[in-house]
């Protein structure tokens, strides 16, 4: 009967409609930003104490989505970090700034910056390597 037909046509469109929907949602999760350094490890010329010095790390948003820096961390008051606070845009590149104060710090220093993004690992590294030359007394 033509109300069966209906029916099933019905349930065919309906299965059809939720295939789709299936397909989009998991294609939607696979978007996500990426972050793509130059350099992530940068080494310092030999310093003297009590110094600042500073580097530009250079990166790219290479993900679909565009990218966040929601904060960072260091391991102490020494350093300073500088980074774009508006969302990145996919394929935009973009710089982070590391300013690294030298005083009452003396010999072998490596250091670590993580910034916590919206990219795959959450957790981005940055590193910097320096000598300080501690001051005579």
Do not use: W
């Not at 309906?14 to 299936?22: A, P, S, V």
């Not at 999760?29 to 110094?51: H, N, R, V, Y």
């Not at 993900?63 to 966040?68: K, M, N, Q, T």
């Amino acid at each position: 009967t033509l109300v069966q037909q209906i029916n099933k046509y019905s349930v065919k469109l309906k299965n059809f409609f939720t295939f789709l929907i299936l397909i989009n949602s998991a294609l939607g999760f696979t978007q996500e930003a990426d972050f793509f350094l130059k350099e992530s490890i940068f080494k310092f010329p030999k310093t003297k104490e009590g110094e600042v010095v500073e580097h530009i790390f250079n990166a790219t948003n290479i993900g679909d989505i565009p990218l966040v820096i929601e904060d960072f961390a260091v391991a102490c008051h020494c350093t300073k970090v500088e980074y774009p606070t508006d969302p990145i845009m996919p394929g935009k590149k973009f710089e982070v700034k590391i300013i690294f104060d030298t005083e009452g710090k003396y010999y072998h220093q490596d250091r670590y910056v993580f910034l916590y993004t919206n990219s795959k690992k959450k957790k981005e590294k940055l590193r910097f390597k320096i000598f300080v030359i501690p001051r005579e007394e």
